[in-house]
């Protein structure tokens, strides 16, 4: 072998161990900064998940751990979906859980709360895409237009009312931008029809009967601004 071909190989090793090292040197360091970081990020999105909980189904409703009462169920779109327990004492008294809608910018995550005998007891967007300034209306932040959710249920409005007023429903659209409404009107619907459909998997076949409610869902709702 000529010396030009030895050092080509010499220096071929060289580069191949000396990648070889940085990798695993990267590698060391991302698995090093998540398990650093790992908690942390945990406890922040248990903290957000805790505050979305406790908009739609305020802490004088139930007595029990929301995060740390879950039941898993099949969701619309046969994924399994994390179901929230509400409860007074060993009663399951409302349920609370995300629905996803289609909007005009992509999808619309929300989380919905319902009692034990359907009935809304508050909805909120969690997140979206849709237009500022017209889409985002569907914040609670940005207009309270979300709140009209409380206090509906399967029955009030009829089914055929669930919808814009648009499309010849009950709930208000907004200027320029309808689609975003229809959508998380439907998604509320859809929530509650998996209610309806699920309800001994979310409530628990052995659940004892729920005590009187506490307060109305309008009351509910206005406790949880």
Do not use: C
Request: hydrophobic share 45%; net charge negative.
């Amino acid at each position: 072998m000529s010396t030009s071909a030895a050092k080509h190989l010499d220096a071929l090793w060289y580069q191949t161990v000396s990648l070889g090292t940085v990798t695993l040197l990267a590698g060391a360091a991302l698995a090093l900064a998540h398990t650093a970081t790992g908690p942390a990020i945990a406890a922040a999105e248990a903290r957000d998940v805790a505050a979305s909980l406790a908009q739609v189904l305020p802490e004088n409703f139930h007595d029990n751990d929301l995060l740390a009462d879950t039941v898993s169920i099949a969701g619309p779109d046969g994924r399994p979906l994390t179901v929230h327990r509400a409860r007074q004492g060993e009663a399951v008294v409302a349920v609370i859980y995300q629905m996803t809608g289609k909007g005009y910018a992509g999808p619309i995550r929300l989380v919905m709360g319902v009692d034990r005998s359907g009935t809304v007891t508050g909805v909120r967007v969690t997140g979206h895409g849709e237009t500022p300034g017209l889409g985002d209306k569907i914040e609670v932040a940005r207009h309270p237009w979300v709140l009209a959710f409380a206090g509906k249920s399967l029955e009030e409005p009829l089914p055929a009312r669930w919808a814009v007023k648009k499309d010849g429903g009950e709930f208000d659209q907004f200027a320029g931008a309808t689609i975003t409404p229809r959508a998380v009107v439907a998604a509320v619907r859809q929530g509650l029809e998996l209610y309806a459909t699920q309800r001994s998997a979310m409530l628990g076949d052995d659940a004892p009967a729920a005590p009187a409610r506490a307060a109305s869902a309008a009351t509910t709702e206005e406790a949880a601004q």
